[in-house]
């Protein structure tokens, strides 16, 4: 595993938003959903897609508070451009688990 600096990992925006949309996404490559995500002020809403489709219903994900990168360039996945990158962990048998705050907190809120 290569090492990087604490400027690189400051460099890293990772924050707290609520997941406030969630669609299906039948043109991805691997099943998942497209998402819109509420970073509160001044980020705003952004979409990104995510694979999560083993573990979590699109009913389950509305409301829900994740951890995202927000500071990546937006990549075309598909026909959306996803502006920010929803992450999670690799279960042993493929499925993501998302990455979630333990409590409740303000969106926005920037990893510490």
Do not use: C, H
């Not at 924050?15 to 998942?32: K, L, M, N, Q």
Request: negative net charge.
């Amino acid at each position: 595993m290569a090492e990087i600096t604490w400027n690189d990992f400051e460099a890293v925006e990772l924050r707290v938003g609520t997941i406030v949309e969630a669609e299906d996404f039948p043109e991805a490559r691997r099943p998942a959903y497209k998402l819109m995500i509420d970073f509160g002020d001044p980020i705003g809403v952004k979409k990104s897609s995510a694979q999560v489709t083993q573990l979590y219903t699109r009913e389950e994900l509305i409301g829900k508070q994740i951890i995202a990168v927000t500071n990546f360039p937006p990549k075309q996945i598909g026909p959306i451009r996803s502006e920010v990158l929803v992450t999670g962990f690799y279960g042993e048998d493929g499925a993501v688990t998302l990455a979630v705050p333990d409590k409740p907190t303000t969106n926005g809120n920037r990893l510490a």
